[in-house]
């Protein structure tokens, strides 16, 4: 999913899960890292996603025991056991393996702004607001990615949300080159518990996978459901040159741990 602000801005926000890693829960199975190694259920998932879908494995031959029963110290008396090929086993195990998942979304990202008379235009002309949700049982960060880009550190100001030179020209009306010519925009944040705010760090994430990334903490870091909703400013100089600019960054998320 994707945020697309076009005319005077073009901006590109993507939603996507992070890949699923070899070493989840069930991918542990039959290892060493097994929290609960007497079960082993590894190749045992579906064909497709086994690690995000619900499914369960069961297997044992059967046990048999018989007795009687002695009303003394002596209690049950074994009559016959007997196991199947694995041998008799009357133990009933049951192991659960709870993923860490997070499921999130965008809406209203294609946005474009035409400013036909910058001198009048109002914050409202300059303003979107697109919408998300983030569920998961861990906390997590939700961050805007701007890996591939040549933003660094120093283009954003985690005080104010602001990210400077972020709408970037690519032609003027006479479909001249604009490239040199750029503007700021302002991002905060709502995870519907906090209220709007700036960002609360800028860097690496989900075990330095995710790169060059604005992140807030979503609720402080506590599981549950949330509606999110960025805001987003245009902070175009006052007689900022006619032009097409982009800005193209990406919807990620992070875990906590």
């Not at 542990?28 to 045992?44: K, L, M, N, V």
């Not at 036909?116 to 109002?122: D, K, P, R, T």
Request: proline share 4%; charged share 15%; aromatic share 12%.
């Amino acid at each position: 999913m994707k945020i697309l602000l076009v005319g005077l801005a073009i901006m590109t926000l993507f939603a996507a899960p992070a890949a699923a890693q070899l070493n989840t829960l069930y991918g542990q199975e039959g290892g060493g890292a097994d929290g609960y190694p007497a079960i082993d259920a590894s190749g045992q998932g579906p064909g497709t996603n086994p690690n995000s879908t619900n499914w369960k494995y069961q297997y044992g031959d059967t046990s048999y025991w018989s007795g009687v029963y002695s009303w003394d110290s002596s209690a049950w008396v074994e009559e016959q056991t007997w196991g199947g090929n694995s041998g008799y086993d009357d133990s009933l195990e049951i192991e659960c393996d709870i993923e860490m998942y997070c499921e999130t979304s965008i809406s209203d990202y294609k946005i474009y702004f035409h400013l036909g008379n910058i001198y009048s235009a109002v914050t409202a002309d300059k303003r979107a607001l697109v919408g998300g949700t983030m569920k998961t049982n861990n906390g997590q960060w939700i961050g805007i990615s701007f890996d591939g880009s040549s933003k660094d550190a120093g283009d954003f100001d985690l005080n104010t949300g602001i990210i400077t030179d972020a709408m970037v020209g690519s032609v003027d009306c006479g479909g001249r080159d604009i490239s040199g010519e750029a503007f700021d925009i302002k991002m905060l944040m709502d995870d519907g518990v906090q209220g709007y705010r700036t960002p609360d760090a800028y860097g690496d994430g989900a075990h330095s996978t995710i790169h060059d990334t604005l992140w807030w903490l979503v609720n402080a870091g506590a599981p549950g459901s949330y509606n999110l909703t960025w805001l987003i400013d245009l902070l175009p100089a006052t007689h900022q040159p006619d032009g097409n600019y982009a800005l193209d960054p990406t919807v990620v998320a992070a875990p906590t741990i």
